[in-house]
């Protein structure tokens, strides 16, 4: 046998074993993907997120169907202490999986690894002035999202904003709204969407509406959409999606335009949900 038959050879089984390790893992999943969603995990969904009992049934069918892919393919990490209890895995996928309901998607096909701290946790940033010196700062975090497949929650910020659907304010809509925005590999404020005409309106909407906050903070006034939007494009999407979900009639009625842009990407209407 000659270097180039033993070559082939070890190719050909390599490709085997390749194809073999594919086929199960295939397999694997589709008989995960099978299994009814467990009554303990609806049970959760009911207790710990009020608005899950809001959705129409087939919006409910479909979050079951994403949470399960999702605890399939994300692993989750406890830090300090944290206990990653099936509570814990099932809420954070539930409220990431709001954001793709009702549309095609990516389901979040770049992230790997959700690390959770018990409460705020301390970010390490290097900062560069005028004159090239690079210092570290350490800034409290209630959450951060990577483009390398990473999501940090702090569990106690997300318990608040499970309970307290109405305030504009959640930690897990902000951070995935982010991992949305990073899949076309910037985080610029503009997530994929979903033809071409749809960008320059986008662009349009946005960057009014980014620069009408920035100047109404600047004259010292109030605005709907929290302070924290006005620091760049990328923040002020993960805001007003926070802002979208949780509040959407008063965007709605202040926002048209800003909330028909949003509803046209999330394909929602989060008005319906809300209590009587």
Same mark, same amino acid.
């Given at each position: ?72 393919? &994300? ?19 539930? +409220? ?5 309901? *009702? ?44 483009? *390398? ?9 997300? +318990? ?22 990073? +899949? ?31 100047? &109404? ?14 620091? *760049? ?19 709605? &009625?202040?926002?048209? +335009?800003?909330? &028909? ?16």
């Amino acid at each position: 046998m000659t270097n180039v038959d033993i070559f082939y050879l070890v190719l050909g089984l390599a490709l085997i074993a390749w194809a073999g390790r594919w086929a199960y893992r295939r397999h694997h999943y589709r008989s995960a993907m099978a299994q009814p969603f467990p009554d303990a995990w609806q049970q959760m969904l009911i207790t710990r997120l009020p608005v899950y009992e809001r959705l129409p049934a087939a919006l409910k069918q479909e979050l079951q169907a994403h949470i399960q892919h999702f605890l399939y393919t &994300k692993q989750f990490v406890g830090c300090n202490g944290q206990d990653i209890t099936d509570e814990v895995r099932v809420v954070i996928a539930a +409220e990431a999986c709001l954001l793709i309901l *009702n549309r095609a998607s990516t389901r979040y096909k770049n992230l790997r690894w959700i690390y959770v701290y018990p409460s705020t946790f301390i970010a390490k940033r290097e900062q560069q002035d005028a004159y090239g010196v690079v210092s570290e700062s350490k800034t409290h975090m209630l959450g951060e999202s990577w483009s *390398n497949g990473r999501v940090i929650l702090a569990w106690d910020s997300v +318990e608040r904003g499970m309970y307290n659907f109405s305030d504009g304010r959640n930690v897990v809509l902000h951070e995935f709204a982010h991992q949305l925005d990073q +899949e076309d590999g910037a985080a610029d404020g503009a997530p994929l969407l979903y033809t071409r005409d749809s960008y320059q309106i986008w662009a349009q909407v946005f960057s009014q509406e980014f620069t009408q906050l920035q100047a &109404k903070l600047a004259r010292g006034g109030n605005s709907l959409i929290d302070s924290y939007g006005a620091t *760049n494009p990328a923040e002020f999407f993960a805001v007003v999606t926070e802002l979208f979900y949780e509040r959407p009639a008063q965007m709605r &009625k202040r926002h048209p +335009e800003l909330f &028909k842009a949003l509803q046209g990407y999330y394909r929602l209407d989060p008005e319906a949900w809300q209590k009587p």
